[in-house]
């Protein structure tokens, strides 16, 4: 049973087109995650939420925002897509502390 | 900066031997380690973990060993199958955050 669901899991978009991607939960957990991972490269935190509190990573770039309208959704909002933003995109969540995290399966963001 | 490396981007063993993944960070205040494997197409899935108070975590066909002194882990798997052919990602959780800190990861391959 899935517990992490990420959709869609391939997204093609225009260079500067908003683009939403979403992720959903039935763990429960308190702490959702955004990562982004380029080929070969470690997944990067984007941010995450401790239930409604919102913690950006100094190094996100500002047209990368997330929405957390309740527990078990959360949703990654791309204003203005560069060709440096194609990447996976996973989501995670936890039952925060050290308790590891759960990933989705990801989405892979193309910019055309 | 990266704080957590995996310098062996990829290992090949032979099924029924054992696989070493190694793993080393530089931050002291890690406080607790995971090790994650993932599937193409898929998301990381959690493997195991070791605080850092603990020197050997075992589950199964995995053990990890941590050397804080050398600020070096490793993931042993033996007997190696063919479905344990996939990425291993190193990761390290500060001392009071929910962030966790991935390396690059190694791709393992086991062939018959």
């Known amino acids: 049973d899935a517990m992490v669901i990420q959709n869609p899991r391939y997204q093609v978009t225009q260079f500067g087109k908003p683009v939403t991607l979403s992720c959903s939960q039935t763990?429960?957990?308190?702490?959702m995650y955004w990562y982004q991972q380029k080929s070969s490269q470690a997944p990067k935190l984007l941010f995450h939420?401790?239930?409604?509190?919102?913690?950006n990573e100094a190094d996100t770039p500002d047209n990368f925002q997330s929405r957390r309208p309740n527990t078990s959704f959360c949703f990654l909002d791309i204003r203005s897509p560069g060709l440096g933003d194609a990447a996976m995109y996973l989501c995670?969540?936890?039952?925060?502390?050290?308790?590891?995290?759960?990933f989705g399966d990801g989405t892979r963001l193309s910019i055309l | 900066d990266q704080q957590v490396k995996q310098n062996s981007p990829s290992l090949s063993v032979q099924e029924g031997r054992i696989s070493i993944l190694n793993c080393d960070y530089t931050?002291?205040?890690?406080?607790?380690f995971l090790w994650y494997k993932k599937y193409p197409a898929e998301g990381p899935t959690f493997l195991i973990s070791?605080?850092?108070?603990?020197d050997k975590n075992e589950d199964g066909r995995f053990t990890v060993f941590l050397n804080k002194s050398a600020k070096h882990l490793s993931l042993h798997i033996v007997p190696s199958q063919p479905g344990d052919s996939a990425v291993y990602f190193c990761?390290?959780?500060?001392?009071?955050?929910?962030?966790?800190?991935f390396g690059t990861g190694t791709r393992l391959q086991v062939f018959p």
């Open positions: 931050n002291s205040m890690f406080d607790y």
């Open positions: 995670a969540t936890s039952g925060g502390g050290n308790q590891p995290q759960h």
């Open positions: 763990l429960n957990h308190n702490v």
């Open positions: 070791i605080s850092s108070i603990k």
């Open positions: 990761a390290a959780i500060g001392y009071n955050t929910d962030k966790l800190i």
């Open positions: 939420y401790y239930d409604k509190d919102f913690n």
